[in-house]
């Protein structure tokens, strides 16, 4: 296709989306990480550039894909000052897909127009397989003009799309999405750590949780590996720490009170200033099972189901 598309963060999703967008026919003509040894190497397997610097990387999409972990990484790629993705980038449309605060999503939007290009946000619920197959469930927040513009590209990365409203309105959503869902994971390792510590079947345990109102989609995805201590990550500690720290920022602007939000984001924080924090979600059952504790599990012997965040669909970031 005659769009020109940069990705900027090709860790294992931002790597998958442009797979799947250079195999459905779109020109991929860059791709940039911190770690330039990763994008080179994607770079050679797409046949596109690597650019070292931000503004090269403008300067040959006409749409750019950012996938980078927080608040502090995205605007330093839209940094008013130094390199930056806003040079040269009269005409560009940027598509912001990382959990990231609302306000940095406005912010974005903001120095975006300043220079005369749009801004999408396009919040992921799902996994680095669906990525990859193009199945992903996308929450887009922004200008209708802008969001209409993007909807080629997210077209062929997911399945459904939900458009919730203007720049950090669909961030809002990925954040209360990524708070429940991180509250019923911890919630269910307390139930299987009691169950645990009673003497009880885990099997049988979850088996009953799922025929009664204890199911949840995280008893699906989480309940074997926590019993199994299975812990190779689909959506890490760190992320869920961060992710319940931007729905608490919310809810205090808001003057909401969010205990249960506010324990869960305790017990994940606890997990990364345990040195747990690369280790799936599921680990925080490492905090709860009698016996066990805030130490490293035993490595996974191999791949599990996708992490999910709302009914049918997984997590990312």
């Given at each position: 296709m005659s769009i020109r598309i940069a990705c900027v963060g090709v860790g294992r999703m931002g790597a998958n989306m442009a797979r799947r967008l250079k195999?459905?026919?779109?020109?991929?003509?860059?791709?940039?990480?911190?770690?330039h040894k990763q994008a080179l190497a994607l770079a050679a397997e797409l046949g596109c550039e690597a650019p070292r610097k931000l503004s090269a990387v403008t300067a040959v999409a006409d749409v750019i894909?950012?996938?980078?972990?927080?608040?502090?990484?995205m605007e330093s790629l839209f940094a008013t000052r130094g390199d930056s993705l806003l040079k040269g980038a009269t005409g560009r449309l940027f598509i912001n897909c990382a959990t990231v605060s609302p306000a940095t999503h406005v912010l974005v939007e903001t120095r975006a127009k300043s220079v005369g290009a749009q801004s999408v946000e396009a919040c992921m619920a799902s996994s680095i397989t669906q990525a990859r197959q193009g199945t992903l469930y996308l929450m887009i927040g922004g200008e209708q003009a802008a969001c209409d513009r993007a909807e080629p590209v997210l077209?062929?990365?997911?399945?459904?799309?939900?458009?919730?409203?203007?720049?950090?309105?669909?961030?809002?959503?990925?954040?209360?999405?990524?708070m429940v869902m991180n509250i019923n994971t911890a919630g269910l390792a307390e139930g299987l750590g009691l169950g645990a510590a009673l003497g009880l079947d885990l099997a049988m345990?979850?088996?009953?949780?799922?025929?009664?109102?204890?199911?949840?989609?995280?008893?699906?995805t989480d309940g074997e590996d926590m019993q199994k201590?299975?812990?190779?990550?689909?959506?890490?500690?760190?992320?869920?720490?961060?992710?319940?720290?931007?729905?608490?920022?919310?809810?205090?602007?808001?003057?909401?009170?969010?205990?249960?939000?506010?324990?869960?984001?305790?017990?994940?924080?606890?997990?990364?200033?345990?040195?747990?924090?690369e280790l799936d979600k599921s680990g925080v059952a490492e905090l709860t099972f009698p016996?066990?504790?805030p130490?490293?599990?035993?490595?996974?012997?191999?791949?599990?189901?996708?992490k999910t965040t709302t009914k049918g669909r997984s997590s990312s970031r």
């Open positions: 195999e459905t026919g779109f020109t991929v003509t860059a791709v940039h990480d911190v770690r894909i950012t996938v980078v972990t927080d608040d502090a990484a077209a062929v990365l997911s399945t459904s799309r939900r458009r919730i409203g203007p720049a950090g309105t669909a961030a809002q959503v990925k954040a209360l999405v990524n345990l979850r088996e009953v949780f799922s025929q009664t109102g204890a199911n949840s989609r995280v008893l699906e201590r299975d812990h190779a990550c689909f959506f890490s500690a760190a992320h869920a720490a961060k992710d319940s720290g931007i729905a608490v920022g919310l809810a205090k602007q808001a003057k909401v009170k969010l205990p249960l939000a506010l324990a869960a984001l305790g017990q994940y924080t606890r997990m990364v200033t345990s040195g747990l924090g016996g066990r504790g130490q490293r599990p035993r490595a996974s012997k191999g791949r599990k189901p996708s």
